[in-house]
Antibody, heavy 132, light 112 residues
Framework: QVRLQESGPGLVKPSETLSLTCTVS????????????WGWIRQAPGKGLEWIGT???????DYNPSLKSRVSISADTSKNEFSLKLSSVTAADTAVYFC??????????????????????WGQGILVTVSS | DIVMTQSPDSLAVSLGERATINCKSS????????????LAWYQQKPGQPPKLLIY???IRDSGVPDRFTGSGSGTDFTLTISSLQVEDVGVYFC?????????FGQGTKLEI
């Protein structure tokens, strides 16, 4: 049974960098037998879901173009965790941030493989407020 | 980007009655190479993360009651709850994972 848990500061000042970590238990994020996608999705208060980015250990990764210049996702397989950094935050980045596991059957074309499929496991979410 | 548009935005259904939620994608999300629709449905309750209900447009996730049915192909999809129960109240989202950026519908709020 996979479990994901977000951690990090709940308050970030404008223009600073938001940093969150997702600790995974029950499965290895570095598995080479199943290339799950590991990623981040956010939800502004009272709003819908916005995909931030996903990576898998087959080498596929991608970020939402709307955030690409400010976002990075990295992983530490020794700790079985992955992290999100979002720079130059504004009030518009205030949201609940979910870490998520996506299924291992991302679509592959001759040119590209997409990282992951449906989200089969979610963290509980962490509210991050951007305010001075 | 593929835009996912759900209808209606909100829906009130009597207990035991049928609820139908529609989702339309701005592009075809059926992949002919494996004959799969890259579409999932989630249910979200207040203060909780979304919960996976349906994937590959029609496959029910483990433990999801069989009153939930996903259907459709190409650009038009439907989530049907055959006999509404109290615990089905929440917001429902569709999600395309055909191409990045992965995108979600705006949500449909389901009430009794």
């Amino acid at each position: 049974q996979v479990r994901l848990q977000e951690s990090g500061p709940g308050l970030v000042k404008p223009s600073e960098t938001l940093s969150l970590t997702c600790t995974v238990s029950g499965v290895s994020i570095g598995s080479t037998t199943k290339y799950w996608g590991w990623g981040w999705i956010r939800q502004a208060p009272g709003k819908g879901l916005e995909w931030i980015g996903t990576f898998d250990y087959s080498g596929s990764s991608d970020y939402n173009p709307s955030l690409k210049s400010r976002v990075s996702i990295s992983a530490d397989t020794s700790k079985n965790e992955f992290s999100l950094k979002l720079s130059s935050v504004t009030a518009a980045d205030t949201a609940v941030y979910f870490c998520a596991r996506q299924g291992d059957q991302g679509r592959c074309t001759p040119a590209i493989c997409y990282p992951g499929s449906h989200v089969d496991s979610w963290g509980q979410g962490i509210l991050v407020t951007v305010s001075s | 980007d593929i835009v996912m548009t759900q209808s209606p935005d909100s829906l009130a259904v009597s207990l035991g009655e049928r609820a139908t939620i529609n989702c339309k994608s701005s592009q075809d999300i059926f992949y002919t190479s494996n004959s799969q629709n890259y579409l999932a449905w989630y249910q979200q309750k207040p203060g909780q993360p979304p919960k996976l209900l349906i994937y590959w447009s029609s496959i029910r996730d483990s433990g999801v009651p069989d009153r939930f049915t996903g259907s459709g192909s190409g650009t038009d999809f439907t989530l049907t709850i055959s006999s509404l129960q109290v615990e089905d109240v929440g917001v429902y989202f569709c999600h395309q994972y055909y191409i990045t950026p992965f995108t979600f519908g705006q949500g449909t709020k389901l009430e009794i």
